[in-house]
């Protein structure tokens, strides 16, 4: 009897690290494992790489194959900033994609270039969440822990490091930087923020091998290590996702992406240009309140999350972290329309609506962007954490008149870094792996009539609270 093959991947992602342990032949989820992080509070969002590492140890140890795991791939949140030393160790605490005091710099960076231009550049306007504002917080704002640092990486780069001890990443995570384009690193936008290129790691081909597991680990030594990626690819990957595919995923972020077969530039910067972990591109819109928010907001009302009932002209904006789509990073909550009559179950209601607003109103841009049809029939792949709440369910039935497919797959993150590691084995495109695996197969939920009429509530109401959200000017 041939011996079982198994491959770990890994998703480190906001609040935990969870690692898979999966069977090569039949997709088979063979063991699992989680550990927490910790997140600061307050003006800013940051976290110990070094935290990271041990929840990845610990992780990888719970699905019971660390030890015997055929190959391994990391895949991380994207855009947070670590920052190390000569000694490879952490400078200060990561910046996190959600951490919004760089939007000034992120402004000026646009100003510089010109929005069309940067997206030319790099396939994206730059908001508080890309990587390169982040640096050029640092070095405005911590000049002296700036002067200190030998290497920049991103979260998954730096996992992947400590495994292998080489400074490698992919195109797919490197995209989310501002400073990477199709031609490498852009040394004018390196220039711009005063970033030395011999401070970042070499981006490696699709499909690459990153290095392997070295000695003194407790995880199998030798074992061949992927390049890994960015989450957003790795879940493509995960649901080994065919061009013009659209996916709504529902996290402590919200995003809305597909894989697109001509490369990405919005000058207007709702639409982000990624690369994919393949050879193609990733277009996608980020909100940065998802889930989160809208729990806080049942929370704050009293109500159970699926508490919701129909009706009423409440408007909820639900920016309590700032917003990244659209681009309002000082914006707080807002709750506009209310009546006498008005339930805590509508408030709820409008809650979900304003939250789903942002993406699925940015889904044709996302389609267009990388050379597809909006107007295509294709279900749309609901995924993350909030996808099999009935809630969000027939909010994003209703907001986007599609029909709706929920996978039975979870944790398409670590299992499209376990297809990463399994495709090093076989020699298939990592997607291939997925499709094989059946990740995406799940009850499609038939289409509804659309709800133009919420859509156009919130749309008017966000237009006409400009002033109150801290749009720039001219958007006022």
Known sequence: MAEQRVVIGVDSSTQATKALAVDIDTGE?????????????????????EQWWEAL???AALTGWADRAAALSVAGQQHGLVTLDRAGRPVRPALLWNDVRSAPQAARLRDAFGAAETARRTGSVPTAAFTAAKWAWLR???????DRVAAVRLPHDFLTERLTGEAVTDRGDASGTGW?????????VLARIGLDPGLLPRVLAPGARAGTVRPGLPLREGAPVATGTGDNMAAALGLGLLPGQPVLSLGTSGTVYAVGRTRPADPSGTVAGFADALGGWLPLACTLNCTLAVDRFAALLGRGREEVEDGGTAVVLPYLDGERTPDLPGASGLVHGLRHDTTRGQLLQAAYD?????????????LLAGGEDPRGDEPLLLIGGG??????????LRLSGRPVQVPVARELVALGAAAQAAALLTGEPADAVARRWRTADGPVLEAVERDDDALERIGDTLRRAGALQGAPAEDR
């Open 29 to 49: 989820v063979v063991g699992e494992g989680r550990a927490r992080h910790t997140v600061s509070t307050g003006a800013g969002r940051e976290s110990d790489p």
């Open 57 to 59: 140890v610990e992780a």
């Open 140 to 146: 405005t704002d911590e000049p002296a822990a700036a």
């Open 180 to 188: 990477w384009g199709p031609d490498g690193y852009d040394p004018d």
């Open 354 to 366: 304003g939250a789903a607003h942002a993406l699925l109103t940015a889904l044709d841009g996302v």
């Open 387 to 396: 996808a099999r709440g009935r809630a969000w369910q027939r909010t994003v």
